[in-house]
């Protein structure tokens, strides 16, 4: 049955991928977004990937009264939560403006969810709240951890969202932990923009393939790992966002907290991205070792087998396709 969904965060990478799935199972959809690290041309390329239409609020999620306005006039049925802040070093340097933002956000949208009588909630977690695990690929029972301001976010909000669920039978909420989202809508036209200097691998290579870097920094080759470089589980937005509309589609028939991981099951090295990329670019993209970044972790892979038994979902796009689709969206 088509739904009114809410997609905080909307207007963003991921946001904007996730707002063309739920459109494309045939929901309708409002968009929330403050552009703090978006823009304004993500929702028009929104309506021309589905050819439907959306609605759009400018708005922030810690405004409460604009959060209670936006679910009653749209009578939401259902929030998908993925309006935050994301970068891990800015959350060392800014910790005050990722628990105002991350948590005074969350906390804000539940209050007036609950004032409007709404309860269904899908919310944007990440494997960071792992921290260095010890055994993988993770699976959901691995034990909890944080090792920055940001990853500190997704684990207190996980926390809150399973003690919510305990006070009141009537929420439904699922936390998705995602792995590394690459990839693009095979249209190409909606991508991954971010503001300022890439923090991320497939932003960088990137940006080297199209010549606005001169190399990519390879942080570490000295990981017990294939190669000696990182190794993460590389998940394809468009299978992020299918997740997301399993997870939807089963909230009405469960009740409580749970949380879910998003990948593939299989990792790949740095510098088997850069090959990667390389070829699906023609383009022989420059790298360079450099010293380890702090914080990372050799490896990084999710056990993705609950949400295939759970939520029927299982993630179908390899990096070859990932790489394509990212560099077509790149040359536009
Ligand atoms: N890397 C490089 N060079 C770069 C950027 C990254 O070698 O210029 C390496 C990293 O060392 C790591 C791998 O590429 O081995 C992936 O790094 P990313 O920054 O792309 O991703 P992370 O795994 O570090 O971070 C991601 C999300 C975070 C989240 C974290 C843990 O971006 O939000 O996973 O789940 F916290």
């Known amino acids: 049955m088509a739904q009114q969904i809410l997609v905080t965060g909307g207007a963003g990478y991921i946001g904007s991928h996730v707002a063309v799935e739920v459109l494309n199972a045939g929901h309708d959809v409002v968009i929330v977004d403050n552009f703090v690290n978006s823009s304004h041309e993500s929702i028009p390329a929104v309506e021309a ?42 959350s060392v340097d800014q910790p005050l403006s990722y628990y105002a933002n991350n948590i005074g956000g969350l906390v804000t949208l539940l209050d007036a969810m609950a004032e409007v009588g709404v309860y269904q909630f899908v919310f944007s977690s990440s494997a960071t709240v792992y921290g260095d695990a010890k055994e993988v690929p993770i699976p959901e029972s691995a034990p909890l951890s944080a090792t920055n301001p940001y990853g500190q976010t997704k684990l207190m909000a996980e926390q809150i969202l399973g003690d919510l669920a305990v006070s009141d039978d009537r929420w439904s909420i699922l936390a998705l932990r995602y792995f590394n989202p690459v990839g693009a809508h095979p ?20 940006a080297a393939a199209r010549g606005d870097l001169d190399q990519v920094m390879v942080f570490g080759d000295d990981y017990d790992t294939v190669d000696g470089t990182g190794v993460r589980d590389y998940i394809h ?13 089963s909230l009405s028939a469960r009740a409580g907290f749970d949380a879910y991981n998003l990948g593939l099951g299989s990792g790949i090295s740095v510098l088997e991205l850069i090959a990667a990329a390389s070829k699906a670019s023609g383009i022989d993209i420059a790298y360079e070792i450099a010293d380890r970044r702090p914080g990372d972790v050799a490896a990084s892979v999710a056990d993705p087998s609950r949400a295939k038994a759970d939520l029927g979902w299982s993630a179908k796009l390899d990096i070859d396709r990932a790489c394509q689709d990212t560099w077509r969206s790149q040359k536009r």
């Open 237 to 249: 937005v468009m299978d992020l966002a299918s997740g997301h509309v399993a997870a939807l589609e």
């Open 49 to 90: 990937a589905t050819g439907k239409s959306v609605t759009f609020v400018e708005a922030d999620v810690t405004d409460r009264a604009a959060m209670v306005s936006v679910l009653r006039d749209h009578n939401i049925t259902a929030v998908i939560h993925m309006a935050a802040l994301k970068a891990v070093g800015e």
């Open 187 to 206: 249209s190409g036209t909606i991508s991954e923009a971010p503001k300022g200097k890439p923090n991320n691998l497939m932003p960088s290579v990137m």
